[in-house]
């Protein structure tokens, strides 16, 4: 099978912040807090007679509720919005909800119900900023949803992350559904990870089932990492990334990613980062 290497976006420069405020709280355990990402990128295609351009990869403003209820248990809300693609001028984009889900931890279990992101999102290693590869089998498929139920279990040596997207048939959210659960473990300083998903993109449609595992290294200098997925009757997707400090203000990320359709030519895509962290300013 034939292979390709693309190379395929120059990022000349990029402003990328994310901060987090406490807006409100009071002595009855109620706290209101606002984060923001903005993402800014000065980017060129690598073709020709390709320009440089503004590209806005995140305008998202997120508002996060919480109630404590006791020492075991805490009550949350998150609602988020994004303006990015109303920043790049796509014809009739505005704000979106993002997400808008509520939920409840009670000791090591946390469970969300709303519009949120599934289980296998937090699937991989790669770690590039902007690629036009899908980076993992579940990228490639439907990896959030309107009607998701989320649990999670945090344990000292293992974590397991489990979602469905409902149906709904019949109602304003209507879409497939899907099943997806992660596992993740740790042995000092090597982390395993398992993703499954069963998913079906509309109501009539059949169940397509994909999986994959990941491995990550820190080893104090440098972290190195790999992952493996596969769709069925679809692409196999992996990776290769790693991230060192050059200085105590800068970041190298390194990557490559390989995807192997199922009947069309296998291609790859690397990519470097370097990210710059301005000193904190002493009062």
Not at 24 to 29: M, P, V
Not at 90 to 116: M, V, W
Not at 173 to 182: A, F, I, M, Q, T
Not at 217 to 244: M, P, Q, R
């Amino acid at each position: 099978m034939k292979k390709t290497l693309i190379v395929s976006v120059i990022t000349a420069a990029m402003f990328n912040t994310v901060n987090a405020a406490e807006i409100y709280s009071n002595d009855k355990g109620f706290s209101y807090e606002v984060e923001g990402d903005l993402q800014v990128q000065l980017r060129k295609d690598f073709e020709d007679g390709a320009n440089l351009g503004v590209e806005f990869d995140d305008l998202e403003l997120e508002n996060i509720f919480n109630y404590h209820i006791n020492e075991r248990s805490n009550m949350f809300a998150v609602l988020s919005f994004d303006s990015a693609d109303a920043a790049n001028g796509e014809s009739d984009a505005g704000t979106e909800l993002s997400d808008a889900y509520i939920g409840l931890t009670y000791d090591n279990f946390t469970l969300s119900i709303g519009k949120q992101d599934y289980a296998i999102d937090d699937f991989g290693v790669e770690e590039s900023y902007e690629m036009n590869s899908d980076s993992s089998g579940f990228d490639a498929q439907e990896d959030d949803g309107d009607d998701v139920i989320l649990v999670q279990y945090e344990h000292q040596y293992f974590t397991l992350v489990a979602s469905t997207d409902l149906e709904s048939e019949g109602t304003d959210s209507e879409s497939g559904k899907s099943y997806d659960l992660l596992a993740i473990t740790s042995i000092n300083n090597l982390e395993l990870m398992v993703g499954y998903q069963s998913q079906a993109e509309s109501i009539d449609a059949e169940m397509t089932d994909t999986y994959g595992i990941s491995l990550f290294y820190d080893a104090d200098f440098a972290t190195f990492g790999g992952d493996y997925s596969k769709v069925e009757n679809g692409s196999a997707i992996y990776n290769l990334a790693s991230t060192f400090k050059a200085t105590d203000s800068v970041e190298v990320r390194l990557g490559y990613v390989g995807v192997e359709p199922e009947e069309d030519d296998s291609y790859g895509e690397w990519y470097t980062n370097v990210t710059y962290k301005f000193l904190s300013r002493k009062n």
